[in-house]
Nanobody, 115 residues
Framework: QVQLVESGGGLVQPGGSLRLSCAAS????????MGWYRRAPGKQRELVAA???????NYVDSVKGRFTISRDNAKKTVYLQMNSLKPADTAVYYC?????????WGQGTQVTVSS
């Protein structure tokens, strides 16, 4: 059973920064394209950023230039550096494969951007 554990969320003022981490238990982590997703109140979960096993990245337009996804295959961890945060970034953030596996969803980590 694969476990994904997200951490690093919190309350931050607009313009602030947070760094999210997602630790994976799977031994095949280094070969998997991973993604960060978020679910804002009243909205469907959306893919925010993705990173291939070789480090190629892609972002949804709303976070380009502000968020950076990275990974450490030795630690089986994927990160999301979030800068210039906006109230619209408020959501629960999750990680999963780029094509998500339902059983892999973790509890997520809450990010709240508010003054």
């Amino acid at each position: 059973q694969v476990q994904l554990v997200e951490s690093g969320g919190g309350l931050v003022q607009p313009g602030g920064s947070l760094r999210l981490s997602c630790a994976a238990s799977t031994t095949t982590f280094s070969g998997i394209t991973m993604g960060w997703y978020r679910r804002a109140p009243g909205k469907q979960r959306e893919l925010v950023a993705a990173i291939t096993n070789t480090g190629l990245t892609n972002y949804v337009d709303s976070v380009k230039g502000r968020f950076t996804i990275s990974r450490d295959n030795a630690k089986k961890t994927v990160y999301l550096q979030m800068n210039s945060l906006k109230p619209a970034d408020t959501a629960v953030y999750y990680c999963n494969k780029y094509l998500p596996t339902e059983s892999w969803w973790g509890q997520g980590t809450q990010v709240t951007v508010s003054s």
